[in-house]
Structure formats: C-alpha cells, structure tokens
C-alpha cells in the first residue's frame, strides 16, 4: 500500500525555520514526483514546490520563493521542504503528494499524506 507521511510542523516565531519530511513507503519513491501542498484554515489548498523524480528540477509559488527549498533522497524513500524566514501567512497544514513534475507544481496527484501543521507565530 503506498503511503506518505509528513512530519516536522510544528509552532515556530516569525523569521524562524523549520524542516519538514515527507517520508514514503510501500512504492518506488524516484519514480515519482513529489509536490508540497498546504492548506490554511478557511482557503483553498495550494500549491508549494514540486521536485521531479530525480531530483534535478524544482519548482516554487512565488509566496515561498528564495525563502523554502525542496530536496530529495531517494535512498531514505523522503522528501524534505527546508522552510527558512517563515511569516505568519505561512501558517498552514502542509501534506505532501505523488505525482508527476510540471512546470508549475505537480499533476496528476494520486497519493497524499495526513499533513502536519505549521503555526508562525509570536
């Protein structure tokens, strides 16, 4: 059974970082894109980054450019979103999914995890 698992949220001050992982099981990791989502109380789920199979593109919202960084390692079956100079707007559930890279976020979603939440907050 394929299976996502985000981890890592958690409450954070303004400014502040936090990592968050996206660890995968029951299927072959680097045959799939992986896209971070997020979801804040009383919006629309959107977009964050998506990273291809290999590794070797990325793709970010404008909202979280140059401050989150998305890797890969396809050996430990995780993808990671490095989450730097958060803000209070950043607050959010943020859940992970398989797909396949686009050049803006990932389509064709067909697994999703549970999401963990991310407070920024003073």
């Known amino acids: 059974q394929s299976q996502l698992v985000e981890s890592g949220g958690g409450l954070v001050q303004p400014g502040g970082s936090l990592r968050l992982s996206c660890s995968a099981s029951?299927?072959?990791?680097?045959?799939?894109?992986i896209g971070w989502f997020r979801q804040a109380p009383g919006k629309e789920r959107e977009v964050i980054s998506c990273?291809?199979?290999?590794?070797?593109?990325?793709n970010y919202a404008d909202s979280v450019k140059g401050r989150f960084t998305i890797s890969r390692d396809n050996a430990k079956n995780a993808v990671y979103l490095q989450m730097d100079s958060l803000k209070p707007e950043d607050t959010a559930v943020y859940y992970c999914?398989?797909?396949?890279?686009?050049?803006?976020?990932?389509?064709?979603?067909?697994?999703w995890g549970q999401g963990t939440p991310v407070t920024v907050s003073s």
């Open positions: 029951g299927f072959t990791l680097d045959w799939y894109a």
């Open positions: 990273i291809s199979s290999s590794g070797g593109h990325t």
């Open positions: 999914a398989r797909g396949q890279f686009r050049p803006i976020g990932c389509g064709t979603l067909d697994a």
